[in-house]
């Protein structure tokens, strides 16, 4: 069974930057699209980004233009950078195949945009 592993949040000031990770593991992970979501409290959880095996991304309109995914085969991981940061991005970030499957869920990295 494939495991996902989302690591690289914290705490950034508005206007900051992260980079997500997103460790494949037991997954022929190249031949999955990825995608990353993020859940705020209270919230349901929402699509953020995704990117296909041939590399064709796709972004949430809150996030066009700031985010950035990518992914690197030979490493089995994907990333999100995420720049210019707002308190609208405060959420606990997951990452997932696409379509994503119920049992690929991890624990999501917190990220966290404060003064």
């Known amino acids: 069974q494939g495991q996902l592993v989302e690591s690289g949040g914290g705490l950034v000031q508005p206007g900051g930057s992260l980079r997500l990770s997103c460790a494949a593991s037991?997954?022929?992970?190249?031949?999955?699209?990825m995608s990353w979501y993020r859940q705020a409290p209270g919230m349901q959880r929402d699509f953020v980004a995704s990117?296909?095996?041939?590399?064709?991304?796709n972004y949430a309109d809150p996030v066009k233009g700031r985010f950035t995914i990518s992914r690197d085969n030979a490493k089995n991981t994907a990333y999100l950078q995420m720049n210019s940061l707002n308190a609208e991005d405060t959420a606990v970030y997951y990452c997932?195949?696409?379509?994503?499957?119920?049992?690929?869920w991890g624990q999501g990295t917190q990220v966290t945009v404060s003064s």
């Open positions: 990117i296909d095996s041939a590399m064709f991304t």
């Open positions: 997932n195949v696409n379509p994503p499957r119920r049992d690929l």
């Open positions: 037991r997954l022929t992970f190249k031949l999955f699209a």
